[in-house]
């Protein structure tokens, strides 16, 4: 799907909603508390079939921040209260690792940086939309992302698995009777694990061994392919801050296929992106070692950052994230890559003006030697961050294809998603207006400290 034409992405998932028969499952970060048509939308697909159910699935910390003004989740409840809880559910994950003085304290603006839900899974019966996405309206507008629809009953119904489970050990948000649009959240008795923001540990050692089942090798990673399939898919999942040990998939799977360029695809080319540019350092490191032809990282420019022209502490993240773009020259420089690897920055207008965009789309495609187009891409949720490996919950997709038709889609969103993109040097981080104050490195050294994660 592509979607940097102007509502495209929103006319497809409206589409899906309307004409699913059974269920329809949404997990993601948080519904934009002005999408009211989109709301509309659900509730006529409701009113028409009464055979069909609606479970939504987003972060408690971003669904509920504005209250007591609109939010996510005065949105969604009215649902509920229409439908009653049998068809419409709307439950709200909280991580385990902001409890007590710390939440009490650190500012709701911020504090998303200690852990999300932060999976955005999409599934209508029997087929799944899976990106890094969520649903709001400048998703819909103006923010360039991915969105790859995958029609297997097979996949649809996993993914379905992994947005029950999730489910089960969050927030039941339920109507409040004194105002409409009002609620509560409760954690109901049959949740299989305690509450996070009781008893966090007894959380976490349930919510493991829950999760753990549904992606050891045995349930997840065998591919979702049929026998003479030029495809196959392998569902990723980063779970760490629920798992002791930690048995994530995500993180090993996408350090495999680096490492395989390093060894087995001299001569590859790769493009990597990531919105929020704050690379893992091994994965950094594994880029920087392949062994190939030409390698392409693609982020946003500080003007198309979803924080340009924030308030507060959150004005800080554009330029934290041009210090780690420039960072990464700096390691290019050293490795010795500059004539094999580049970083272009994204940028479409300026955010906040007239036809201004934002860029958040994040992913992997890899060309093998001698090939035209890709052959794997990895598409979901991951930002490729130390927090997507410690502290949120993601969900990916690593496909593989031998599809020429497929290779050639790959190859023309790896183009589009470049259109607006140019190539900066070391050069350009030393402009008056690419300068980082003392400030800002200030402000993430102490986001570190205190335990959370750009």
């Keep these: 799907m592509r979607s940097d034409t102007l509502g495209s992405a929103e006319f497809t998932i409206r589409g899906k909603i309307l004409n699913a028969k059974s269920r329809i499952y949404l997990s993601t970060l948080y519904i934009g508390r002005s999408e009211h048509e989109l709301i509309a939308t659900i509730r006529q697909a409701l009113a028409n079939n009464p055979n069909l159910a609606v479970s939504f699935l987003t972060d408690a910390l971003r669904g509920t921040r504005e209250t007591p003004e609109p939010s996510c989740a005065s949105l969604l409840v009215p649902l509920v209260a229409e439908f009653g809880s049998s068809r419409v559910e709307v439950r709200m994950y909280h991580t385990p690792n902001l409890t007590g003085l710390r939440k009490l304290f650190i500012p709701r603006r911020i504090n998303e940086g200690w852990g999300l839900q932060h999976m955005k899974l999409y599934g209508f019966d029997d087929e799944v939309i899976i990106s890094g996405a969520n649903m709001s309206r400048d998703y819909f507008t103006n923010r360039q992302d991915r969105y790859h629809l995958i029609s297997s009953k097979r996949v649809t119904d996993y993914f379905a698995s992994i947005h029950k489970a999730v489910s089960r050990l969050s927030f039941d948000i339920q109507p409040e009777t004194n105002a409409e649009g009002s609620y509560v959240m409760n954690w109901p008795n049959a949740n299989p694990a305690p509450s996070p923001l009781k008893d966090p540990s ?35 999942a980063q779970f760490t801050p629920l798992l002791r040990p930690d048995t994530s998939t995500e993180y090993p799977g996408l350090t495999t296929v680096l490492q395989t360029l390093s060894t087995g695809f001299p001569g590859c080319r790769w493009t990597f992106t990531a919105g929020y ?178």
């Design 202 to 236: 007894g959380f976490i050692a349930s919510a493991g061994t829950i999760m753990n089942q549904l992606i050891k090798p045995s349930a997840a990673s065998q591919s979702h392919a049929a026998p003479t399939s030029d495809t196959t898919i392998y569902p990723l």
């Design 277 to 454: 540019f704050n690379i893992q350092p091994a994965l950094k490191s594994l880029l920087l070692a392949s062994g190939c032809e030409r390698g392409t990282v693609v982020t946003a420019s500080p003007w198309a950052n979803g924080f340009y022209g924030s308030k507060g502490i959150s004005s800080l993240l554009p330029p934290a994230y041009s210090l780690l773009a420039r960072r990464f020259l700096d390691s290019v420089r050293r490795a010795g890559r500059e004539d094999e690897i580049e970083l272009r920055e994204w940028r479409r207008g300026t955010i906040g003006e007239p036809d201004g965009w934002t860029y958040h789309a994040k992913g992997l495609w890899v060309t093998a030697p001698g090939e035209d187009h890709p052959s794997i891409t990895l598409v979901g949720s991951s930002n490729y961050t130390k927090r997507s490996y410690s502290l949120d919950l993601e969900m990916n997709l690593l496909v593989l294809t031998r599809d020429s038709d497929l290779q050639r889609r790959l190859a023309q969103e790896q183009h589009w998603l470049q259109e607006h993109a140019r190539t900066v040097t070391i050069d350009d981080f030393s402009t008056p207006e690419r300068r980082v104050g003392l400030h800002v490195r200030i402000a993430m050294w102490i986001v570190s400290l205190v335990g959370g994660a750009l």
